[in-house]
């Protein structure tokens, strides 16, 4: 079955929900777990989402019942199965890290304690440090750092939402949250605790007029906390944002040098 006929059989099993495939959703989710299919992908343009792959996420919720766990002392009781064969994959897990099936871990990623749930994909040599979670269907790219604590929002609905995306490269600094769809451009590094969300504005402030985006940080960015303030009825308060104070470069290519030039404007990458 190519996977043109099995996003089919997919489709016809979201639109006739009395009809459901149970077959064709189980081929999805394996697909999905061994990188074969993701949820989205770079398309020369920018970045597809594969809506039926999504719907096939959804669709497992369904076919699966709840089911007992046991690892070592640990209990879990739950609808989808964990992730398993790391060793053949060339993955390494730090207990207690948890993956569920139907997330895609590349060979050569280190998973600190940390939780990736199903439908993301996590590309080679990437880091996942203490308790950082990636959420359902998030991309993240290759060679990437996720330190501790952060937090990459997941999307199941609506299914033509685009994930989070953690372009190659890229630097997340200790309690990050990242949500909504938001896309982290490759070698990018963003200050401990920014919080970005489809709607933050992110300011470029290097030039002698501000640049905003909003939804995206561009390729190298370095970004840390800001807020821009805004007039309510009961006064003016400050909103968050996120403040582009320069351009990775080979001058700022180690976590030293990242933190001095961080600490400079309040923020660091932390740990």
Not at 2 to 14: F, H, N, Q, Y
Not at 86 to 107: C, K
Not at 225 to 251: K, V
């Amino acid at each position: 079955m190519t996977v043109a006929e099995l996003a089919e059989r997919i489709e016809r099993s979201w639109d006739e929900p009395d009809r459901l495939d149970a077959a064709a959703v189980e081929e999805a989710i394996a697909l999905l777990d061994r990188g074969e299919v993701r949820v989205a992908e770079p398309d020369g343009n920018g970045w597809r989402v594969n809506d039926w792959a999504k719907k096939a996420v959804l669709l497992y919720f369904r076919v699966r019942a709840l089911e007992t766990t046991e690892v070592g002392p640990f209990e879990y009781h739950d609808r989808l199965p964990l992730k398993r064969g790391y060793e053949a994959n060339g993955v390494r897990v730090v207990p207690p890290a948890t993956a569920r099936y139907g997330a895609y871990i590349s060979p050569d990623v280190v998973l600190m304690p940390s939780y990736v749930n199903i439908g993301a994909w996590i590309g080679p040599g990437t880091m996942v440090d203490t308790w950082a979670t990636v959420g359902s269907c998030a991309q993240i790219g290759a060679g990437v750092h996720l330190s501790g604590g952060v937090g990459i929002g997941g999307v199941l609905e609506p299914v033509q939402a685009s994930p989070v995306i953690v372009e190659d490269g890229a630097f997340v600094g200790s309690r990050c949250i990242v949500v909504e769809g938001v896309r982290v451009g490759a070698r990018a590094v963003l200050g401990a605790g920014l919080i970005l969300t489809g709607n933050t504005p992110v300011i470029d402030v290097t030039g002698s007029e501000p640049v905003e985006h909003r939804g995206e940080v561009p390729t190298g960015a370095i970004v840390v906390p800001g807020s821009r303030p805004r007039d309510f009825p009961a006064g003016s308060y400050g909103l968050p944002a996120g403040l582009i104070i320069g351009q990775r470069s080979e001058a700022t290519e180690s976590k030293v040098q990242l933190n001095e030039m961080l600490r400079a404007y309040g923020s660091s990458v932390g740990s």
